[in-house]
């Protein structure tokens, strides 16, 4: 009934396994950007040179330019490049007519088309 243990019966021991944080160091690095970015923002605060800005007042006059001539040139010359028939004639009337309005490069591109 009683009987003494002359062996004890020894648990194997669990190792204890170390693990490194890899969250921790960029979590420390990123409080110390955090850190230094605020303690340079209060020094440039409280080391900022007092400017002033100068308002100038300029007064600007305003003219009223007519500009009916050129709507109507652009007018014009919208209505004879583009209004034209695969005659002879009408081809022909169309390039007189754009000569007041083109360069005589531009008269050149515009014949072939």
């Not at 690095?29 to 923002?41: D, E, H, K, M, S």
Request: charged share 25%; glycine share 2%.
């Amino acid at each position: 009934m009683f009987q003494k243990k002359t062996e004890k019966q020894q648990k194997p021991k669990k190792l204890r396994v170390y693990t490194v944080n890899s969250r921790k160091p960029a979590v420390i690095v990123l409080w110390l950007l955090f850190i230094c970015g605020f303690v340079f923002a209060v020094y440039k605060n409280f080391t900022a040179i007092d400017t002033h800005t100068v308002h100038e007042k300029e007064i600007v006059e305003r003219r009223v330019e007519d500009t009916s001539g050129v709507e109507a040139f652009v007018r014009n010359f919208a209505k004879t490049y583009y209004s034209w028939s695969n005659n002879k004639d009408s081809v022909a009337q169309r390039t007189d007519a754009l000569t007041g309005y083109l360069t005589e490069d531009l008269q050149r591109l515009t014949a072939d088309t």
